[in-house]
């Protein structure tokens, strides 16, 4: 394993895997959440599913939080490999003049995802796991959308979620067209590929930006 990662291409397609796999999770997140704004019962019953499904539970849960920390921590490898190699040509390297301001300031976006992600996971993820496996709560299928709507009063977090989301959008800008790109997909379909992941990247953090003010703004 440590051998397949110490070739620059090896580690470029497994950020780029990872990097598709998270894209797939987001849209099925958002999807999910998108259902509190139109009706409580189907928001109750898709994370009641979600939550108490053994597949997603004990394969999904665990490989997405695999994927989650490998992006960051080959994010953080790629970046560090990335600053040794342009010390070495500085005096040819020109970032401005052949690749976009997103494009060589991935790392800041994906701190500032990930400082969202922990403040993320102590306010959904660990009382969830508190409730269910450490607490040994009765399972309440109508619970979810109370629990979520009360997470959006407080105006600092629904600001730092929107920051969060704002970043989340830059991020994928390019993230969504490299990781494609990564694993090969050159061809004819790469325009329709790039205009999608250009709408993707804009319309789905915007999108939670909604859930969040919506729920803000509504109760
Ligand atoms: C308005 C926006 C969002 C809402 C309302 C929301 C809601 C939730 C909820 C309710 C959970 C707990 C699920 C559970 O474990 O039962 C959760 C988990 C999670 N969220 Fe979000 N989320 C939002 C945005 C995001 C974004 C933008 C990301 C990624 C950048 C994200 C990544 C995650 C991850 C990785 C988990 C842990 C998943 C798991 O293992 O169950 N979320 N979110």
Known sequence: MSGILNSSIARKVAMALSAIFLLIFLLQHFLINFTSVISENLFNELSHFMGTNILIQAVMQPVLIFAVVFHFVMGFILEAKNKSARKIKYVSYNGGANS????????????????????????????????????????????????????????????????????????????????????????????????????????????????????????
């Not at 004819?188 to 709408?199: D, Q, V």
């Open 100 to 219: 976009s301001w997103m494009s060589r300031n991935m790392i800041y976006s994906g701190l500032v995802i990930l400082a969202f992600l922990v403040l993320h996971f102590i306010d959904f993820w660990i009382p969830e796991m508190n409730y269910k496996y450490i607490q040994f709560n009765p399972e309440d299928p109508t619970r979810y959308y109370g629990e979520l709507v009360h997470k959006f009063e407080s105006p600092l977090r629904v600001g730092a979620y929107v920051v969060s989301f704002a970043l989340l959008s830059l991020h994928l800008l390019h993230g969504f067209q490299s990781s494609f790109q990564s694993v090969g997909c050159n061809g004819k379909y790469t325009p329709a590929l790039k205009a999608f992941g250009k709408y993707f990247a804009i319309l789905i953090p915007l999108g939670f930006i909604f859930i969040a003010l919506f729920h803000h703004f509504n109760h």
